[in-house]
């Protein structure tokens, strides 16, 4: 029970952190919404002909809750990590009575809401404003949304072992994740047709 209430602490502290700093809260947090945001409105009626002519919402979608669990569990507990170390913090908690499982496992759970919060968030504005619908299979899109969680969770973890000391850590999150999400074909190359079109739509005539 003492070590569960370290945990619970710890988990609230850490969602503390989060929210009180600023680059956290856009780069993770933000970000995907405004490029749900941006891409769906952009793309607003447009289908994707390669995968049956499915609305380009309805394929962007999904791939925005994805990449939010990816966001929350990879690229902010890597980045974060990575900052404790070279400031030092990391060093000054092993001399606490906290114990590294708890304090890990405070930054792994706080990851975890993040990533439940953006995925409710994400998946409610697609299906309210861009008429996004899901098949009802909710088991399932629950056990592969919290497995994808841990598993990123751990890659998060490994990505801080390739940075030294100077810093060089933070970019390698950042510039990983658009790989790990799978943004390329999503973003790059069925919807940048359609955004192009949406854009020539938007267009006055001459």
Not at 188 to 200: E, H, P
Request: glycine share 10%.
């Amino acid at each position: 029970m003492r070590t569960l209430a370290l945990l619970a602490h710890q988990v609230r502290y850490e969602q503390k952190l989060y929210w009180r700093s600023p680059s956290s809260a856009v780069f993770t947090f933000a970000f995907p919404i405004l490029l749900l945001v941006i891409f769906a409105t952009l793309n607003q009626g447009a289908t994707i002909a390669s995968l049956g002519g499915i609305s380009y919402n309805q394929y962007y979608v999904p791939g925005i809750v994805a990449f939010s669990v990816i966001s929350a569990c990879y690229t902010n507990l890597a980045i974060s990590l990575c900052f404790r170390r070279d400031a030092g913090t990391l060093k000054r908690i092993r001399g606490t009575p906290l114990p590294p499982a708890v304090f890990m496992a405070g930054a792994i759970g706080s990851s975890l809401v993040v990533s439940l919060l953006l995925v409710v968030l994400t998946t409610a504005v697609g299906m309210l404003f861009y008429g996004v619908t899901f098949p009802g299979r909710w088991g399932a899109l629950g056990l592969t949304l919290a497995v994808g969680a841990f598993c990123f969770c751990g890659l998060g973890l490994a990505m801080t072992t390739l940075s030294g000391p100077d810093r060089r850590g933070a970019p390698l999150p950042l510039g990983t994740a658009a790989k790990l999400a799978g943004v390329r074909p999503s973003l790059l190359n069925n919807g940048r047709g359609a955004t192009l079109s949406a854009v020539k739509k938007s267009r006055p005539d001459p």
